[in-house]
């Protein structure tokens, strides 16, 4: 196959970030199109990429020939119309997270993908981290005993825009952000068993939580606490904790070197586990880009008619958790999945 023809519908955060890689691999894939309604967000993919194909309506790039890939950066209450859409007219999909609001729309976007026998990836970019990687390895391996309790906890005004924190449109932090949490979760610890979750909004003008508390426990025995907040107010941020705790020790993601004056190597990063008697052990992974390894990976697929590593069914299992906690916050009750 010549080099893979994409469209990238939505250039708000995450639309140019995808134009940027996929012009990272102009022998596999080249961007044809991008579609935004906003004129101002066109003008620009044209000035930073010279994308001359800029439309307002993604309907008209549904038959158009010499499109093989739509990647779908909208809101997520919008990506279920949208991926049933490409599908149908022969599209490869690839899909941003969380993969959508409900459940129904969830399996029904797999369930026309596979009909149509299109790819279809969901954008877990996590699993393309070699840092991640490295701390599953690191977890997974029992180097800090099982079961362990991962926590994560970070505050700040959040994303950009309204429908982010709306119920039925974004769901708030603890669907759009929280959902690569529970995501790799899944990954490292496998099923979850229930989650129990309490929250507030602090901003008056939204319809969802956005800072809370959750408690996710699997069926392995290990835990995730989350604490997290979108609740402040542009400029200003809360502290954040991220660690594993195991009953050999602590495992410090993204911990600082103890040395201010050692340079890091720029090509290799480290994360580090606290043992007792004040031992340290470091272990280093080649840094990566993400975002460019994710579709570059995704092209690749289509490329030699192969299935992604990342599939509908990872982002249905990240959407239930989302779900069960978002439950959990309505009624304030444990949900068992």
């Known amino acids: 196959m010549e080099r893979i023809r994409v ?10 970030v995808h134009v940027n890689r996929y012009k990272k691999i102009p022998d596999k894939a080249e961007v044809v199109a991008v579609v935004d309604i906003n004129q101002e967000r066109l003008d620009l993919a044209k ?18 020939d010499d499109i093989d890939v739509i990647d779908v950066c909208i809101p997520t209450f919008e990506h279920h119309e949208l991926v049933l859409k490409a599908a149908k007219h022969g599209k490869h999909v690839f899909c941003e997270k969380p993969m959508a609001m409900t459940m129904e729309d969830a399996l029904e976007m797999e369930k026309v993908c596979k009909e149509a ?21 690191i977890v997974t391996s029992g180097e800090l005993g099982r079961p362990v309790v991962w926590r994560s906890a970070s505050a700040g005004a ?8 709306q119920r039925e449109l974004g769901g708030g932090p603890y669907m759009d952000g929280a959902v690569h949490n529970y995501d790799f979760g899944n990954f490292m610890f496998g099923k979850v068993k229930a989650v129990t979750a309490k929250g507030v909004s602090i901003q008056p003008d939204r319809t969802a939580v956005d800072t809370g508390i959750a408690h996710i426990e699997y069926e392995s025995g290990d835990v995730l606490q989350m604490m997290w907040s979108w609740g402040l107010k542009a400029g200003s941020f809360g502290g954040s904790i991220h660690d594993v705790l ?16 050692v340079k890091e190597d720029e090509d290799m990063g480290q994360l580090t586990i606290s043992r007792p008697g004040n031992e340290e052990e470091v272990y280093t992974y080649p840094r ?17 008619d192969e299935d992604p590593m990342v599939t509908g069914k990872h982002g249905q299992e990240a959407l239930e958790v989302a779900l069960a906690v978002l439950e959990s916050f309505e009624t304030e009750k444990k949900v068992y999945l």
């Open 288 to 304: 990566n880009d993400m975002f460019g390894d994710e579709l570059e990976h995704f092209i690749d697929c289509v490329i030699n």
């Open 246 to 261: 195991g009953e050999d020790g602590a495992l410090l993601f993204r911990a600082p070197r103890k040395d201010p004056l």
């Open 7 to 16: 469209a990238v519908v939505g250039y708000g955060q995450i639309g140019p």
């Open 117 to 137: 026998g299109v790819k279809l990836q969901l954008g877990f970019v996590r699993r393309f981290d070699n840092e991640w990687l490295k701390f599953k390895e």
């Open 47 to 64: 000035e930073q990429y010279g994308i001359e194909r800029l439309l307002k309506d993604y309907r008209e790039l549904l038959t158009m």
């Open 158 to 165: 959040g994303a950009p825009n309204p429908w982010f924190f």
